[in-house]
């Protein structure tokens, strides 16, 4: 049985290191990640593979096993000068975990080489900014005062950010830290700008909507926020707008830093949510350590949960109460949180791992879902603001991330995982050095998929997964492009419908197949998540893009995705084999799973609905 779950699986003695890597880091095999990788660095002759190697090797050394050493020595290995901005945000990244602010700072600093992509250029000014405003929200938080010097370089990073924020409006991690920037250091009309750019797309336009009273408020609140004009009332009431817009640690920073923190009683609203601020930090912290020990083996989740509720029974008096604090109650406190600020509240399994989900909603609707001849309504609920999205996510670093869930009440979207995508995808296809880099990666991927399909007809083939989503994106674009768009018109157009496109695979159709799905207690966790996958192909606006995730380096894994993206694999194979001869330019000698790209729309929703057992 062992043998053969290797075998559908698609490992196999032949797999190259830098595949054996990604599938171990991708299913938390710490130990299996790390021979593979060393082994990448050993022999694998292709750049981009020895970059991610050693930058991952690193991550690991330092994020996981608290080794700065190790960390620093893999980075010195760095495929130089293309890896130098890898290592650049390695550095950063490693010395701010460690509290080195000034070491951060000095990486940030390096000179980088000319010849690096756009988004590494945009992440670059992000880093150089977050090496200082970070550490000051963070002393900011802690009420302690931020040095001059320090406040001199915020706002010399708020006037570097602005720009960008301003020339790529909806990017996530510069509206972020230039909003942080710009409240530390009091520029009101700069926190506009970064606010609107954070919540441009993805929170709705609607007079109920969570964000439409603090958005009004804030519209007419932030330009008049500056250093030494802004009033009592104004300073505070851009607190409280803040605050309901889920600015929570901005909101106490500007709070803990006007002239107001010095009187003898804050506004109890106001205290309210310094304090909560504070908890949702202490939350964070404790959490990511106690991911780090269960990816390390050696965590103790009963312990985690009793930290957890003993820093929920510190903010329980904390919280505005008409008269004396009930007595505390864990899940009394996850219901005040959702009614004071928003708060979704999860603590469960996922993948077989205990573990949190914890964000704040922007967008709180209901929705009509529709799948062959079965509907279920449901309410349509985006997070941000977040505190924990598992620990999947937290042990994939950015490589993939938890998009959602649904149950017979709501689907829940991760909004920051959506609303960047769009664009920098439109930036990476604008980008002339980074296309060049796409193609080399793809081909040399696409051959050592060839290679593996000879002896494996289904496994995780990245060149194939790289395929698909260049030609999908590619075919938007050209659509566009063939309806007369040009200039910010296309852009405008291919970022919203790329960004509609992704909620309506993975949102409305997988989370909503799940909620159709929850009549029915007998299905188990592997056949929710497989008929889910299929609904997200076959009710995609753009069917290849909707192979992301499932095409994916956990393919044929112990967990319920992994063992529902090889069911689907399977099963489109499957229907290949039986429709050949339909398919334009399919070549029988070849291992037919690579030419899924040759299936036309129709057919590959065609492929998943047959093997579904409510399309038949």
Request: charged share 25%.
């Amino acid at each position: 049985m062992i043998a053969l779950s290797i075998v559908l699986a698609g490992i196999v003695p032949s797999d190259p290191p830098f595949v054996r890597a990604e599938r171990a880091f991708m299913q938390h095999e710490l130990a299996a990640a790390e021979k593979a990788y060393r082994e990448v660095m050993a022999e694998d002759t292709v750049t981009d593979h020895r970059i991610e190697a050693a930058a991952t090797l690193a991550n690991i050394a330092w994020r996981v096993h608290q080794d700065t050493g190790s960390a620093n020595r893999w980075l010195a290995r760095m495929p130089l000068p293309r890896g130098r901005f890898a290592t650049v945000r390695e550095r950063v990244l490693m010395r701010l975990a460690f509290g080195n602010a000034a070491g951060a700072q000095a990486a940030a600093e390096k000179r980088l080489p000319s010849a690096i992509t756009a988004s590494e250029r945009q992440e670059a000014v992000s880093l150089k900014a977050r090496a200082v405003i970070e550490p000051a929200l963070t002393a900011r938080l802690a009420g302690q005062p931020i040095p001059r010097r320090d406040q001199a370089a915020i706002e010399a990073r708020v006037s570097e950010l602005l720009p960008l924020v301003e020339g790529a409006p909806g990017l996530l991690e510069p509206a972020r830290l230039l909003l942080a920037g710009a409240i530390l250091s009091a520029n009101g009309p700069a926190a506009l700008t970064a606010w609107r750019s954070y919540y441009l797309v993805g929170t709705g336009d609607s007079a109920s909507a969570p964000l439409a009273a603090p958005r009004q408020a804030l519209d007419t609140l932030l330009p008049r926020l500056r250093r030494g004009l802004a009033s009592p009332e104004i300073t505070l009431a851009t607190v409280r707008a803040l605050a309901g817009s889920r600015w929570f640690a901005a909101a106490a920073a500007l709070a803990l830093g006007s002239d107001q923190a010095a009187m003898d009683s804050m506004p109890a609203d106001v205290a309210e949510v310094i304090a909560y601020a504070r908890f949702v930090a202490d939350v964070q912290r404790t959490t990511d350590e106690y991911y780090r020990r269960t990816l390390l083996g050696t965590s103790d989740s009963a312990a985690w949960r009793s930290a957890l509720v003993y820093r929920g029974a510190r903010l329980w008096p904390r919280l505005v109460w008409t008269g004396p604090p009930p007595v505390y109650d864990a899940a009394a406190l996850a219901t005040e949180l959702a009614r004071r600020f928003g708060a979704i509240v999860n603590v469960g399994t996922t993948a077989g791992y205990e573990d949190l989900h914890y964000g704040h909603s922007v967008l709180d609707a209901r929705r009509e879902v529709r799948q062959y001849g079965r509907e279920a309504t449901v309410r349509f609920v985006a997070l941000d603001a977040l505190v924990s999205n598992g620990f999947q996510s937290w042990a994939w670093n950015g490589r993939a991330g938890h998009g959602g869930w649904a149950n017979a009440e709501m689907i829940v979207q991760v909004r920051p995982l959506y609303a960047v995508e769009p664009l920098e995808v439109w930036g990476a296809l604008h980008d002339s050095t980074g296309r060049r880099e796409e193609a080399l990666r793809i081909a040399s991927d696409s051959a050592a998929d060839l290679a593996r399909a000879r002896t494996t007809a289904v496994a995780y083939f990245p060149g194939l997964a790289a395929r698909l989503e260049r030609d999908g994106r590619r075919a938007l674009l050209d659509s566009l492009a063939g309806a007369g768009l040009t200039g910010t018109e296309l852009e405008a157009a291919f970022t919203r419908e790329l960004g509609s496109a992704t909620v309506e695979s993975s949102i409305f159709a997988h989370e909503g197949r799940h909620a159709i799905d929850a009549a029915d207690p007998d299905l188990s966790t592997e056949e929710r998540e497989f008929r889910a996958k299929l609904s997200q192909v076959a009710f995609a606006p753009y069917p290849r893009l909707a192979f992301d995730g499932i095409v994916d380096a956990n393919l044929g894994d112990r967990t319920p995705h992994g063992q529902a993206n090889r069911r689907v694999l399977e099963g489109v194979l499957a229907w290949m084999n039986v429709h050949a001869g339909d398919v334009t330019g399919l070549d029988r000698s070849r291992p037919l799973l690579l030419q899924l790209t040759k299936l036309s729309d129709q057919q590959l929703r065609a492929a998943v609905r047959s093997i579904d057992p409510l399309a038949r």
